[in-house]
C-alpha cells in the first residue's frame, strides 16, 4: 500500500481544501445582520473584579511604566484577585453591587422611556388614522347628500318638460 493515504490524512486534506466561490452557500434572505446599538442605552454595570481591575490597572502602570501588554496586566490582575481572599474582595463586591443597582435605575428609566417613545409614534399614527377616516365620512356625506340634491333637481326637470 504504497502510496495511500491514512483516513486521518485524507480528512486533513478535506479540511485544508480550499473551496471554490460557487460552492458558498448564499445567505439567507430573511436575514439582516445585527441591529444597531442604541447610544442612549445605559452600559452594564461591572462586575466586582472588573471593578478590582481599574484600580489594579493603574497600580501595575506605575508599577511597570515600560510595560505596555495588556494580557500582561490581566494575568498579573487574575493572579492578584485569586491570591485575595474573601473579606479583600468585599470593597470591591460592594462597589460592583452599587453600581449594578444604579445600573438597574438607569435601564428601567431607559425602557420606560423608549416604550412611552415607542407608544407616542403609535398613538399620533392611530390618531392621524382616526382623523383621516372621520374626514372620509364627512366626505362621503356630503357627497351623499349632493347626490341626494341631483336627483331632485332632475326630477324637478323632468317634470318641467
Given at each position: 500500500?504504497?502510496?495511500a493515504k491514512s483516513k486521518g490524512a485524507a480528512k486533513a486534506d478535506a479540511k485544508l481544501a480550499v473551496k471554490s466561490k460557487g460552492a458558498e452557500k448564499p445567505a439567507a434572505k430573511g436575514k439582516k445582520g445585527k441591529a444597531g446599538k442604541d447610544p442612549n442605552k445605559p452600559k452594564r454595570a461591572p462586575s466586582a473584579f472588573f471593578v478590582f481591575m481599574g484600580e489594579f490597572r493603574e497600580e501595575f502602570k506605575q508599577k511597570n511604566p515600560k510595560n505596555k501588554s495588556v494580557a500582561a496586566v490581566g494575568k498579573a490582575a487574575g493572579e492578584r484577585w485569586k491570591s485575595l481572599s474573601e473579606s479583600e474582595k468585599a470593597p470591591?463586591?460592594?462597589?460592583?453591587?452599587?453600581?449594578k443597582g444604579e445600573?438597574?435605575?438607569?435601564?428601567?428609566?431607559y425602557n420606560k422611556g423608549e416604550s412611552a417613545a415607542a407608544a407616542a409614534p403609535k398613538k399620533a399614527a392611530a390618531k392621524e388614522v382616526e382623523e383621516e377616516d372621520e374626514e372620509e365620512s364627512d366626505k362621503s356625506k356630503s357627497e351623499i347628500n349632493d347626490d341626494d340634491d341631483d336627483e331632485g333637481s332632475d326630477e324637478d326637470e323632468d317634470d318641467d318638460e
Amino acid at each position: 500500500m504504497k502510496g495511500a493515504k491514512s483516513k486521518g490524512a485524507a480528512k486533513a486534506d478535506a479540511k485544508l481544501a480550499v473551496k471554490s466561490k460557487g460552492a458558498e452557500k448564499p445567505a439567507a434572505k430573511g436575514k439582516k445582520g445585527k441591529a444597531g446599538k442604541d447610544p442612549n442605552k445605559p452600559k452594564r454595570a461591572p462586575s466586582a473584579f472588573f471593578v478590582f481591575m481599574g484600580e489594579f490597572r493603574e497600580e501595575f502602570k506605575q508599577k511597570n511604566p515600560k510595560n505596555k501588554s495588556v494580557a500582561a496586566v490581566g494575568k498579573a490582575a487574575g493572579e492578584r484577585w485569586k491570591s485575595l481572599s474573601e473579606s479583600e474582595k468585599a470593597p470591591y463586591v460592594a462597589k460592583a453591587n452599587k453600581l449594578k443597582g444604579e445600573y438597574n435605575k438607569a435601564i428601567a428609566a431607559y425602557n420606560k422611556g423608549e416604550s412611552a417613545a415607542a407608544a407616542a409614534p403609535k398613538k399620533a399614527a392611530a390618531k392621524e388614522v382616526e382623523e383621516e377616516d372621520e374626514e372620509e365620512s364627512d366626505k362621503s356625506k356630503s357627497e351623499i347628500n349632493d347626490d341626494d340634491d341631483d336627483e331632485g333637481s332632475d326630477e324637478d326637470e323632468d317634470d318641467d318638460e
